[in-house]
């Protein structure tokens, strides 16, 4: 369990496919990533539309494999 257990190749290709689709997150699984008050209801709804246009894609992920809702998203390789 725990980052011992972390899939780090399945990272890093979600990593590759949300920088392809415009979003830049941080280069490591074991680092957080934050919304701020700087970041538009339009921001969100391109992150979201970014996780939604890679699902599927072979060996990234599946959109079941997100947990989406009004108050976060949690890819799958930061669930327990």
Known sequence: TGAAAADTARFARFFQAMLGAGVL?????????FLSAAHTADDIDAIVAACKAIAGHPGVVRLQDFVIN???IV?????P
């Open 25 to 33: 997150l941080a280069p490591s699984q074991f680092e957080a990533n």
């Open 70 to 72: 009004t108050d976060v």
């Open 75 to 79: 890819p799958p390789y930061m669930q």
